[in-house]
Nanobody, 119 residues
Framework: VQLVESGGGLVQAGGSLRLSCAAS????????MGWYRQAPGKERELVAS???????NYAESVWGRVTISRDNTKNTVYLQMNSLKPEDTAVYYC??????????????WGQGTQVPVSS
């Protein structure tokens, strides 16, 4: 499985951005997909995730400002971010859980996309 992110870039505080992550390869075994971020000097953290059935989970720090969605026909997950703050500045990574059969789980990561938010 390969994950390719796009949509990052410099944005002003208060602005919006939509990230996309396209999966390719053996996508039939992908279950939950998510977005993580890592700010300079900090650990990688979950931003939002979405199951194959559409159930979502958000970090408290982005609640109400971020929406995760996925198009299973395109094997793509999106992250719509609004009202961006300088503290949202980070490298954003796409993640996918891969379960080819029960009890066998692995995960894949994209290469990351930079999102600098200027004040």
């Amino acid at each position: 499985v390969q994950l390719v992110e796009s949509g990052g870039g410099l944005v002003q505080a208060g602005g919006s951005l939509r990230l996309s992550c396209a999966a390719s390869g053996d996508t039939s075994c992908i279950t939950t997909m998510g977005w993580y971020r890592q700010a300079p000097g900090k650990e990688r953290e979950l931003v939002a995730s979405i199951t194959s059935g559409g159930n979502t989970n958000y970090a408290e720090s982005v609640w109400g400002r971020v929406t995760i969605s996925r198009d299973n026909t395109k094997n793509t997950v999106y992250l719509q971010m609004n009202s961006l703050k300088p503290e949202d500045t980070a490298v954003y990574y796409c993640n996918a859980d891969f379960i080819p059969r029960p009890g066998l789980t692995s995960e894949y990561w994209g290469q990351g996309t930079q999102v600098p938010v200027s004040s």
